[in-house]
Structures are given as structure tokens and as C-alpha cells.
């Protein structure tokens, strides 16, 4: 079946239970086709707009789909399409609202953009007429719409989100992280998972993050019911890692950096980030513990490390954490994991360099000073002999 009949497909089967248009553009973002019966008025000023150039952007960085909201919570999944590197066709799904915003709040933000009152009226009916859909339901269109363009699968952590500079989507958003919160069944999966280090955890992630469902967990606060429901579920984790065999006090240090970390969350992005991360960081950990050849005292050193690279301690405070001798730790220490106490953790430090690299915009100098290399030429000699390449080398690569 060629792309055309799978869109058209794919369209009147949507079609059997939301009112969703599809929208297609040429390479110039000039449009070519829609099934909205307001088409022209739509496009020109709820998707177009002005925004041709952030669109380009994020088009030339990932083929993946995006799922874009503008400055009054309206949403569209958007799917390129190449053929090779050529940038062929943009296809666009929506507009809908994943919130039920009051007419009165979607008036006052029409109202700034100085329209008469005969078309602000118009465009609030419009708008009153727009399907309300979960963003679990979301994620499958986007999915789905993908492999119809393109015939590859993805999965929900592939999907990319483009927030309005204006006004960020989490103000009018109820981000269903479904992984973090899902149906019963699915959350004592999950724990599971966790207090036994299954290392196969992508795929339930990936499932429940379609499938799950959110309770409420806030009044009215769309960005505090996302922050409360990975709280709940690191506290969840973090008892089921003890029963795994964490240490009480890791669990505890890990607890707290997440939650001061989804406190500072000001973006959609980077609040499924620390999810995902946060569930990884807490089954890697027990597997590690559950497999370890180590004994607890060199293991406790090894957790303690990697718990504070962004801290300075010595030999000494090392010691300290397992009542040993500097002599006899470093010693029993080399014996077990074939390095000094110093080049394991400069050897995680790295590590971390790598994957900050790869996942933040910080520059080299802030990543070094981070991590406390002495210097940022120590840093990146040191990044060479590990990697083979210069940490700049490295970043250009991973993008």
C-alpha cells in the first residue's frame, strides 16, 4: 500500500471516533491538502503562523514525530517525510486539546492577538468544537502515523515535544506519564522490575506509557499533578530497590536528588527525561547489586562515588563509609575492581561527561568544572584516552 492510501486509511479510521483533520505541506510548508472544512483560517493562524522557521528547526533535528502546542494549549502531531535527506512533505494531525480549558480562558488569550469580535467568536466556536484527547491516545496516532509515512515502529520515548515560547504547555497540558503512573497491574509489574533488577524494562515502559491512566493528583495544577506523579512513583521505586538489595542509604540519596531534580523541572521534556532516567537508574542499580561479584563494603564505595561526581571527597571520606583504613580499602578495593578507588571514579566521572554530552546544551568548560576535573584540558586528555575522541569530537558525533 502506498503512503497516500495508508493516509487516507489511517485517516477515516481516526475519523470513526475523533473529529482529527490531516494537514499535508510541500517542503516550503505551503499546504497542499486538509479535511478541515476551515482550512485556510486554520492554518494561516492556529499551525503556520509565524512559526515556519521554528518548525525548519526542529524538522533538521530529528525525523521522529513532534508533538507541538501553541500559546493556547492547541496541539498537532507532526510527522516529517524524506526520501533520503531530502525534506519531501510535513503531515500534520489535529488541532485538539489534551485539557478541557474554559471558554472564558481561551477568549482572553484570542483576545491578545487583536482580533475583531465577530472572528474571535468564530474562532472560540471553532474551538469549543475541537476533540479533547488523552495524550496515551495522542502517543498511538503519532505512532501510528509514523509508520504510515515512513513503514518503521517507534516507540512513545521517540516522540519529540515543541513548547510555545509564549506560554510552555504545561500550563494548559495534563501530561499523562502513564510510566511513571499506570493501571494497578501494571505498577506492581513495574515494582517488580525493579526489586528484582529486570533489565527488561523497556518494553513495559514503552507499553505502559500508551495504556496507563492518571489519577488525579492535584487541583487544577496541570504542572503539579505531572511533578506529583513521578514523586509518588520514586518513592514507589525506592522502597521496592531496598527490597531489592540497594542500600537503604542509596535509595534514600537517589530519592532525594530525584525529587529536588522534578522540583526544578520547568518543561515537559525535561520532566519525562528525569521519568525515564529515574526508573533505568533504579533497576540498573539493583542488577548491579543482585550480580555483583563485589563485596558490600567495596560495592557501598562504588555506590557512594557514583552518587556524588559532582562532589569533591578524598580517599579518606571513602574509608570513612566503610570503616576501613585508606591503606586497606584502596587496596582490597584494586583487588576486586581492577582499579585504584581515584581511577574508578575519574573513569565515571567521564562516564557522566559522555552522557551529559549527549543529553544537555552545558559546554565543555561547565561540564569539566561539574564533574571536578582540575582543568579543562586534564578533562579532555583524560576523555580521549577513554573515548578515543575529544569531548566536542564526541558531542558532534552523538548529534
Request: aromatic residues 10%; hydrophobic residues 35%.
Given at each position: 500500500m502506498?503512503?497516500?492510501s ?5 485517516r477515516?479510521?481516526i ?13 516550503g ?10 482550512q ?8 503556520m503562523?509565524?512559526?515556519r522557521e521554528?518548525?525548519?528547526k526542529q524538522?533538521?533535528m530529528n ?14 502531531v ?17 488541532p ?8 472564558k ?6 483576545s ?10 468564530e474562532?472560540?466556536?471553532f ?5 479533547i484527547?488523552?495524550?496515551?491516545r ?6 501510528m ?12 520515548s521517540d516522540l ?35 526489586r ?15 495504556t ?7 487541583n487544577?495544577?496541570p504542572?503539579?499533578?505531572m ?39 520547568t ?9 525515564h ?12 547489586c ?5 563485596s ?21 571520606q ?10 586497606y580499602?584502596?587496596k582490597?578495593f ?5 582499579l585504584t578507588p581515584n581511577?574508578?571514579t575519574?573513569?565515571a566521572r567521564?562516564e557522566?561527561a ?13 561540564i ?13 586528555d ?14 558532534q558525533?552523538?548529534?
Amino acid at each position: 500500500m502506498d503512503i497516500e492510501s495508508s493516509l487516507a486509511l489511517f485517516r477515516d479510521m481516526i475519523g470513526c471516533c475523533h473529529d482529527l483533520y490531516l494537514w499535508t505541506y510541500d517542503s516550503g510548508f505551503h499546504l497542499i491538502s486538509s479535511n478541515c472544512p476551515e482550512q485556510v483560517t486554520v492554518n494561516d493562524f492556529f499551525i503556520m503562523g509565524h512559526r515556519r522557521e521554528e518548525f525548519d528547526k526542529q524538522i533538521s533535528m530529528n525525523r521522529t514525530p513532534i508533538i507541538f502546542t501553541n500559546e493556547i494549549g492547541l496541539m498537532w502531531v507532526m510527522v516529517p517525510q524524506f526520501k533520503e535527506d531530502e525534506f519531501l512533505r510535513l503531515y500534520v494531525l489535529g488541532p485538539f486539546f489534551v485539557d478541557d480549558s474554559p471558554p472564558k480562558s481561551l477568549e482572553s488569550e484570542l483576545s491578545k492577538h487583536g482580533l475583531s469580535i465577530s472572528l474571535r467568536q468564530e474562532f472560540l466556536a471553532f474551538l469549543c468544537k475541537l476533540p479533547i484527547i488523552s495524550l496515551s491516545r495522542i502517543f498511538e496516532y503519532a505512532i501510528m502515523l509514523y509508520f504510515c509515512i515512513t513503514g518503521e515502529k517507534i516507540t512513545v520515548s521517540d516522540l519529540r515535544y515543541c513548547e510555545s515560547e509564549q506560554h510552555p504547555p504545561e500550563a494548559y497540558i495534563q501530561r499523562e506519564l502513564a510510566d511513571a503512573h499506570g493501571t494497578y497491574k501494571d505498577e506492581q509489574e513495574m515494582l517488580r522490575m525493579v526489586r528484582e533488577g529486570d533489565l527488561n524494562y523497556q518494553t513495559h515502559m514503552n507499553r505502559m506509557s500508551i495504556t496507563g491512566h492518571l489519577g488525579k493528583l492535584s487541583n487544577g495544577d496541570p504542572m503539579r499533578q505531572m511533578k506529583n506523579t513521578v514523586l509518588v512513583c520514586v518513592t514507589l521505586f525506592s522502597r521496592a530497590a531496598i527490597e531489592g538489595g540497594l542500600p537503604p542509604e542509596v535509595s534514600y540519596s537517589l530519592t532525594d536528588r530525584y525529587f529536588q531534580s522534578v522540583e526544578a523541572c520547568t518543561t515537559i521534556s525535561d520532566l519525562v527525561e528525569i521519568a525515564h532516567t529515574m526508573q533505568a537508574d533504579f533497576i540498573q542499580r539493583v542488577h548491579r547489586c543482585r550480580t555483583s561479584h563485589l563485596s558490600q563494603p567495596v560495592q557501598a564505595c562504588c555506590e557512594y562515588i557514583n552518587l556524588h561526581l559532582d562532589d569533591k571527597f578524598t580517599l579518606e571520606q571513602l574509608a570513612q563509609q566503610v570503616g576501613y583504613t585508606e591503606y586497606y580499602l584502596s587496596k582490597k578495593f584494586k583487588r576486586e575492581v581492577g582499579l585504584t578507588p581515584n581511577e574508578y571514579t575519574r573513569k565515571a566521572r567521564l562516564e557522566r561527561a559522555a552522557l551529559l554530552l549527549r543529553t544537555t546544551q552545558k559546554d565543555v568548560q561547565e561540564i569539566s568544572e561539574q564533574l571536578q576535573f582540575c582543568s579543562q584540558s586534564y578533562f579532555a586528555d583524560h576523555f580521549r584516552k577513554l573515548f578515543g575522541i575529544t569531548p566536542t569530537e564526541y558531542r558532534q558525533q552523538k548529534k
